[in-house]
């Protein structure tokens, strides 16, 4: 690829170059310990609980390792669990909410990890803090680490929104005095005897009638914090609300976050927050923001502004993915999916703003006519999460900063994941290049894009090009694959011993700032895992569809590139094979 030649936005996945050639299977999966990569299960090392809004008691196992919502056995975190009585947003609950007890945290889907501008050995990671995987009921989570990513001693739920059934979608951001802000989504519904949700707002039904229906807001956790429930909530004696959403038709999803930590930036320690409003059923972009400060409150919320999205498609414009440059320039995508009006393929476009999120302008267009994957994917039952991704270059290519973007392609039948760059601020791309460089079909999928301060890219997904662990094997074994033993989606034979395109690995691709590739792809797994187990469901207990989650993480640490990702193998200390995040580091190429 030559930069400077960039071309308008186009996918054609099918067709992209891959720099780096093909590596075998064999290569790739000897490459996590070739490149020296470090793993470890952070999620298992503590024991969490919490009181849930909304018991559900549903048990779908033991297909799939599924084992239902359980009574604490004693949390080990130090957090308040609820024991002592209900939380304080629980207090005006209908009768029967909140649960009579705490619930024990088995799994963790979806991941975000980030460090710590102050510490490079400072991280949190968040997750869903999943008490019923078969009811989809969750609070989010974080894990701390101090050591760069070895031991993670402090963890547990994120304290404020327990009075809703739900709390979704984890990300973070540090601002430049190293307090860790957490994005927060929490929402009610109550289940149908199918088990499916009702999100009616009617007051006598719905859990809390105290409270918003749906709300997106924030948590702080100041720095020098050492214990689990040091978090700044509330901000007029109320949750820390960014929006409130009371009326059915107006669902917002899919926040995302950036704070500008670059002390030569005119609007250092600015917190931009994004989400999109499903408003019957159309999604329509919002930003707002405030200013960190050093104690880690923050100035009030501006007015949530609509962001602009042209003509992309009339079915309305979703994940925004704020990231901003060293210059203090702000910039957005907005990806108008399939959602309604019977589009079948997506468009990415680029908002920005240069005057600290007061204004914007745009989109431009990124990529358009990108095939997405269907309902599922191919064998398994969970469905897609954020198709694409978007970072800022930290070093400048051509008189300014490079903006990149990947985004994953169903247009040869199997899911790509292909990379492009603009070196004019967005007004044009180049022609994408492949990412994943598998030599057989197998979906690759959830991209995650970072760059390193010396302008090094790199491009985190999940790979299904191994097999899942033969029959008999030591590896099967720890997989838990003989649970998995009812499966819909799948036409072979079950348990799945050595099934093609099912099993899942963590990777990742290394580039220099002109998307010059730094070798191939590397695992940063260390053992295939199977995501059909303890998988949440996020419709129904009794439906056949379940998710991994939306976000992934990627984050540079120093010398060393760390990655979180969910993982249900078993190795020593995750024996009910329950979704778990596991941390990697690799060495920067």
Request: net charge negative; aromatic share 10%; hydrophobic share 30%.
């Amino acid at each position: 690829m030559t930069v400077g030649t960039a071309l308008p936005g186009h996918a054609l996945a099918a067709t992209a170059s891959l720099p780096q050639g093909t590596q075998s299977d064999a290569a790739y999966a000897a490459s996590f310990a070739a490149h020296h990569v470090q793993a470890v299960d952070a999620t298992t090392q503590k024991t969490s609980c919490y009181r849930p809004e909304v018991p559900y008691f549903t048990d779908n196992g033991p297909v799939d390792g599924y084992t239902g919502m359980s009574a604490c056995p004693g949390a080990t975190t130090g957090e308040d669990t609820g024991a002592a009585g209900p939380y304080a947003t629980q207090v005006g609950s209908n009768p029967g909410y909140p649960a009579a007890t705490p619930m024990l945290v088995k799994d963790h889907s979806e991941s975000d990890i980030r460090v710590d501008p102050t510490d490079p050995k400072h991280l949190i990671g968040s997750s869903k803090w999943i008490v019923s995987a078969e009811g989809y009921n969750h609070q989010l989570g974080f894990y701390e680490s101090f050591d760069g990513g070895s031991t993670w001693p402090v963890q547990g739920h994120v304290p404020g929104t327990e009075g809703w059934t739900d709390t979704t979608d984890p990300i973070g951001a540090f601002d430049g005095f190293g307090n860790y802000y957490s994005f927060l989504l929490p929402y009610q519904f109550f289940y149908n005897d199918d088990g499916s949700h009702n999100f009616k707002t009617n007051p006598n039904l719905e859990p809390n009638p105290a409270l918003p229906a749906e709300a997106v807001s924030v948590a702080v956790r100041p720095h020098g914090s050492t214990k689990a429930g040091q978090w700044l909530t509330t901000r007029d004696g109320h949750p820390d609300y960014v929006a409130t959403y009371d009326s059915m038709g107006n669902e917002p999803d899919k926040q995302w976050m950036a704070i500008d930590t670059n002390p030569s930036s005119p609007h250092y320690n600015r917190v931009y927050l994004m989400w999109v409003d499903f408003h019957e059923p159309t999604p329509v972009p919002y930003v707002s923001y405030a200013d960190a400060h050093a104690d880690g409150t923050h100035t009030a919320w501006s007015v949530p502004k609509r962001l602009p999205a042209g003509s992309m498609q009339p079915g309305g414009d979703t994940y925004l993915l704020p990231h901003i440059a060293p210059d203090g320039t702000v910039y957005t995508t907005l990806t108008a999916a399939p959602v309604n009006g019977g589009h079948t393929t997506d468009t990415i476009g680029v908002d920005v703003s240069t005057d600290g999120g007061a204004s914007w302008s745009g989109p431009s267009i990124v990529a358009s006519g990108i095939v997405p994957p269907g309902a599922t994917y191919a064998n398994t039952t969970f469905r897609d999460g954020i198709e694409n991704t978007f970072t800022v270059g930290t070093v400048k290519v051509g008189g300014h900063y490079p903006l990149y973007a990947s985004w994953e392609d169903y247009g040869s039948g199997v899911d790509d994941v292909v990379l492009s760059m603009s070196t004019d601020e967005g007004r044009t791309w180049s022609a994408p290049i492949k990412v994943n460089d598998n030599t057989g079909r197998a979906d690759e999928f959830q991209p995650n894009l970072a760059v390193a301060p010396d302008g090094t890219v790199s491009v985190a997904f999940y790979d299904r090009r191994l097999p899942c662990p033969a029959s008999g094997s030591a590896e099967a074994t720890a997989a838990g694959l003989s649970l998995d033993t009812v499966n819909p989606n799948y036409g072979g034979s079950l348990p799945p011993y050595g099934a093609a395109n099912y099993c899942v690995n963590t990777s990742i691709q290394f580039y220099t700032a002109v998307l010059q590739p730094k070798g191939h792809n590397i695992r940063m797994s260390e053992h295939t895992w199977d995501p059909q187990l303890n998988s949440p469901h996020s419709g129904s207990a009794t439906g056949t569809t379940t998710f991994l989650g939306d976000y992934f993480g990627n984050i540079t640490a120093g010398s060393a590139q760390v990655t979180t990702s969910v993982s249900t193998y078993d190795d020593g200390t995750n024996p009910h094979h329950y979704q778990q995040q596991i941390v990697a580091r690799v060495p920067i190429p």
